[in-house]
């Protein structure tokens, strides 16, 4: 199902790796309302920075993450 009325999500702390940023980074990929995401506390190392950032490339509404 795709999200039509999410505009903020708190993730911090919930021990997210780079695998689990690699999932985040496919959803932001088709995600048309999400402003800010917040993935403060994880543990997201230099390959989940490049999913995301790869996934940002094709994303123009997202525009907040927090990583720490």
């Given at each position: 199902k795709i999200n039509r009325t999410l505009l903020?999500?708190?993730?911090a702390?919930?021990?997210?790796?780079d695998n689990g940023t690699k999932y985040?980074?496919?959803?932001?990929?088709?995600?048309?309302?999400?402003?800010?995401?917040?993935l403060y506390g994880n543990n997201i190392k230099?390959?989940?920075i490049k999913y995301l950032?790869?996934?940002?490339?094709d994303n123009s509404v997202l525009t907040h993450i927090c990583l720490g």
């Open positions: 903020t999500i708190s993730l702390c919930c021990n997210i790796d985040i980074s496919e959803v932001l990929t088709m995600n048309t309302t999400l402003m800010h995401l917040d230099a390959q989940g950032s790869e996934a940002l490339k």
